[in-house]
Nanobody, 115 residues
């Protein structure tokens, strides 16, 4: 199983980005997908997660600005990030957990928000 994340970039504060992450390979049924991020000098943190039934969880710092969604048929998740702030600068990683609770990670995509 491979996860390919893309969509990062350099934006100014207040702008938007949309991250995508596609899972491919022999996937034993999708359970949930998530986005984590690691800012410079900080530990990795959960940004948002979504189950195949549509249940979502967000970090307090992104509630109301970020929206996670999933296309179950394409094993793809998205993270729409609006009103970006310099504090959102990080490498964003996608995660997939299948129905056997095996855990997979993407390679990371960098998001830089300038003030």
């Amino acid at each position: 199983v491979q996860l390919q994340a893309y969509g990062g970039g350099l934006v100014q504060a207040g702008e938007s980005l949309r991250l995508s992450c596609a899972a491919s390979g022999s996937i034993f049924g999708l359970y949930l997908m998530a986005w984590y991020r690691r800012a410079p000098g900080k530990q990795r943190e959960l940004v948002a997660q979504i189950t195949t039934s549509g249940t979502t969880t967000y970090a307090d710092s992104v509630k109301g600005r970020f929206t996670i969604s999933i296309n179950n048929a394409k094993n793809t998740e998205y993270l729409q990030m609006n009103n970006l702030k310099p504090g959102d600068t990080a490498v964003y990683y996608c995660q997939m957990i299948d129905k056997r609770f095996d855990n997979y990670w993407g390679q990371g995509t960098e998001v830089t928000v300038s003030s």
